[in-house]
């Protein structure tokens, strides 16, 4: 991680020597009680902060926010098919530090029934995958995280934006070919199996563009990196 985050009651109480961030700052980072480590408290700021000890077993933070303009998300919203419960924590990690906005989950034609149900979509867990991604992307900010029960609850949530969906089968153009017109950008990425018919007309009658991301089969989790990225480029935002 290359900041570490917490949340603004963290700051305030006496924190456990046991938490995950204090063993990194004591054990793989090797913070000695009063040096200054990046710390940032969630949905609002980064800074610098030290930490003291109280006793055996806890410490006190003590911390300063800076100045500088943060790394606000970008404009982007994620549509995706539920996936394994053993990938979703690098793929909600990974959205996370590339900072898009919104991040809807849904239970898709093909996604396996039990996945939403599964410990992996606890909303603890989801928080936690988000809270890394973030640090690593060295923001204070996290994407917010909707979860569906079908297609169309997605979509509806999301009617002030330029639609784009993904599809190796049926499409009108790559996704390098497409052009941007509005500032918020939604795009639906597929489970592992991919989108059924029924949603490809639902896409369609919802006039979200079909593209296609090349010949290649990719993972949801590498797709949704990719589709990212190259949306990033198409925004000059890298």
Not at 21 to 41: N, W
Not at 210 to 236: I, Q
């Amino acid at each position: 991680m290359n900041i570490i985050l917490f949340e603004e009651q963290e700051i305030e109480r006496a924190l456990p020597i046991s938490d995950r961030r204090i063993k990194h700052l004591i054990k793989v980072i090797k913070i000695q009680p009063g040096e200054m480590f990046d710390a940032g408290v969630l949905q609002t700021s980064i800074g610098k902060a030290h930490y003291e000890y109280l006793n055996t077993k806890e410490v006190k933070l003590s911390y300063k926010a800076a100045t500088k303009a943060l790394l606000r998300p970008f404009p982007i919203r994620i549509l995706l098919g539920a996936v394994r419960p053993v990938n979703i924590q690098r793929t909600l990690r990974d959205l996370s530090t590339l900072g898009v906005e919104q991040i809807h989950l849904l239970q898709s034609d093909k996604s396996e029934k039990s996945y939403l149900n599964s410990r992996a979509y606890n909303r603890d867990r989801i928080l936690q995958y988000l809270i890394e991604g973030a640090e690593q992307a060295f923001s204070p900010f996290l994407p917010q995280v909707f979860i569906h029960q079908k297609l169309e609850d997605a979509m509806a949530a999301n009617t002030d934006s330029q639609n784009f969906a993904f599809d190796n089968y049926d499409f009108d153009m790559s996704w390098g070919e497409a052009i941007l017109q509005e500032k918020h950008i939604c795009m639906a990425i597929g489970p592992e199996r991919g989108w059924s018919n029924k949603e490809r007309i639902l896409f369609k009658e919802h006039n979200y563009t079909l593209c296609s991301l090349g010949k290649r089969v990719l993972r949801t989790e590498t797709a949704a990196v990719v589709t990212v990225s190259v949306l990033l480029n198409k925004m000059n935002l890298i």
